[in-house]
């Protein structure tokens, strides 16, 4: 997930809203190309906003509303379903986190029909994150949902269990292994025992952010094997252009160029699962033992100077996991 900037400017100047907003509200696909010019991302066309997937094949780009407009649930098991992901849910999202999903259950299932047509409330997406996610929309426990007319860009408070990759401290959150798993950024963590007395205390501690990122893992269904699969191989590149990279500084020539241009574009946020690049250049990435110590530190200047970059191209809007430990 990286940080969309989205809306810039909702009241832009822009035809497609305009028609748009002049009386076809329900036709929602006309938005979609509203929706991609208003991002930070560069040739976007096509990239899933919660997966960072691109389109391809038979996968169905889609306007997500990420507050359901209607019958908005807490996580539950889907015990009539096919899928065994979807089947034991929230048993699995609970074996995962080692303890109860906080959520709320008392508050009656919300009803946000009055962001059927917000365009704030808008995100792009496929089928493989759209489908899973439903009306699924919990929110922390002992708080309750907005009421009609409350929005949360107009300061009214909500505590939403999903990460919104409109919103910018949400996409540090999530971090990306070798193999291609994401997992949470923060953790593992453990409910302390005066946890229930008073819950959004804990709001912005990193229990709060170990507990959003498995949920969003789960019900965005983030480590289905196909985005798995892909972000390995997003890696896999990296680490080809990397090797390749070492040898020659083994040998006393430099990093190339052309080797350095292109693990850029992979860890650029119009590249799919971009994060995964970010996460193992940041993390994860080790030079090969076979190097002096001197050429060691070229390798990790070379990562340096990559990771700098992004913060250079992208500014306020660049995206990393726990960004707090990147000094750049």
């Excluded at 990397?242 to 020659?248: H, Q, S």
Aim: net charge neutral; proline share 7%.
């Amino acid at each position: 997930m990286i940080y969309i900037d989205f809306p810039r400017d909702i009241f832009a100047d822009n035809n497609v809203l305009k028609i748009w907003n002049g009386g076809r509200k329900s036709d929602r696909g006309m938005l979609i190309p509203y929706l991609q010019e208003h991002t930070t991302i560069e040739n976007s066309l096509g990239k899933d906003w919660y997966s960072e997937a691109h389109q391809e094949g038979e996968s169905v780009i889609q306007v997500d509303h990420y507050r359901p407009k209607n019958d908005a649930q807490p996580v539950r098991d889907m015990t009539k379903s096919n899928s065994p992901e979807a089947r034991f849910l929230l048993t699995n999202l609970e074996n995962s986190l080692g303890f109860s999903l906080p959520q709320s259950t008392d508050a009656p299932n919300g009803e946000y029909n009055w962001l059927d047509n917000a365009c704030q409330n808008f995100r792009l997406s496929f089928t493989g994150t759209n489908r899973p996610k439903t009306n699924f929309f919990p929110i922390l426990v002992g708080t309750n949902r907005l009421i009609d007319q409350e929005n949360p860009w107009d300061g009214d408070i909500e505590y939403p269990l999903l990460l919104d990759p409109c919103f910018k401290e949400d996409c540090g959150l999530l971090e990306v292994l070798e193999d291609g798993t994401i997992c949470p950024a923060y953790g593992p963590e453990s409910l302390p025992t005066d946890f229930y007395t008073d819950p959004k205390k804990y709001w912005s501690t990193n229990l709060m952010k170990y507990i959003r990122a498995w949920t969003s893992i789960y019900v965005y269904r983030l480590n289905h094997f196909s985005f798995e699969g892909a972000r390995s191989l997003q890696i896999k590149s990296v680490i080809s252009y990397l090797t390749i990279g070492a040898g020659l500084v083994r040998i006393g020539k430099p990093f190339p160029k052309a080797a350095f241009k292109a693990i850029l574009n992979l860890m650029n946020a119009s590249s799919r699962y971009s994060l995964a690049v970010r996460s193992y250049m940041a993390y994860h990435y080790n030079p090969p033992s076979n190097l002096s110590s001197v050429q060691i530190h070229a390798m990790h200047t070379v990562r340096d100077k990559l990771i700098k970059a992004i913060f250079i191209l992208e500014g306020p809007h660049t995206t990393f996991p726990k960004p707090e430990k990147l000094e750049y």
